[in-house]
């Protein structure tokens, strides 16, 4: 069964410049999580997608990031304009029913640096 | 507002050692507690735990939850260079699928 991808690895961008990351969940999962893990705390979630529908972004800093989910299926998380606080990891995961996160598969994540 | 916490915040141990990692946690509407192990970027998943008491047991890892002094350990026996990660404890409330991280514990396992 092949894993959840994203892409890129690794990003460096300037403060101010925009960027975007993208996630190919597990086929057939329906449920989508986006997670920041800043360096040396735990992953914090930012929005969790049920199908192509929100389900919770109560943490997404909406003024500069925004995430979608067309289809169901892929999902991009973008932020513009960047700021040196956003550098951190960004984690993708998706798992097969929803409030059963022991399913739930992480991606190798997005390294971004903004400098 | 929901917290959970973990120490120590970093591990050195040699191998054949035996570690055990902290998560306390202050969650309303407790419904479990996750530990994951972090190597590189994902984090991967390891025990889930409901109830208290019940030891939950995979090869040389343990762990076991307290609901009364809200808290829970992993063990690790005999650690092995390949042990070397973090191990992050996250809780998950009822009526939500929004789990709650603690920092994590780095453990490094030198031979």
């Known amino acids: 069964e092949a894993g959840v991808a994203q892409s890129p690895r690794y990003k460096i961008i300037e403060k101010r410049q925009s960027v975007a990351f993208w996630c190919n969940p597990i086929?057939?999962?329906?449920?989508l999580y986006w997670y920041q893990q800043i360096l040396g705390q735990g992953p914090k979630l930012l929005i969790q997608f049920q199908n192509n529908g929100v389900v919770d972004d109560s943490q997404l800093p909406k003024d500069r990031f925004s995430a979608e989910r067309l289809k169901g299926v892929d999902s991009t998380l973008k932020i513009q304009p960047a700021k040196l606080e956003d550098s951190a990891v960004y984690l993708c995961?998706?798992?097969?029913?929803?409030?059963?996160?022991?399913?739930?598969?992480f991606g190798q994540g997005t390294r971004l640096t903004v400098v | 507002e929901d917290k959970v916490v973990q120490s120590p915040l970093s591990l050195v141990v040699h191998e054949g050692d035996t570690v055990t990692l902290n998560c306390s946690y202050e969650v309303t509407n407790f419904r479990s507690l996750l530990w994951y192990k972090q190597e590189k970027k994902a984090p991967t998943f390891l025990f889930m735990l409901t109830s208290s008491g019940i030891e939950k047991k995979s090869g040389r890892l343990s762990s076991i939850l307290d609901k009364k002094e809200l808290f829970s350990i992993l063990n690790i026996t005999a650690t092995q260079t390949g042990d070397s990660a973090i191990y992050l404890c996250?809780?998950?409330?009822?009526?939500?699928?929004?789990?709650?991280f603690g920092t994590g514990t780095r453990l490094q396992v030198f031979p």
């Open positions: 086929s057939g999962h329906a449920t």
């Open positions: 996250a809780v998950l409330p009822h009526n939500t699928d929004k789990l709650i």
């Open positions: 995961a998706s798992s097969s029913v929803r409030q059963a996160l022991t399913e739930a598969f």
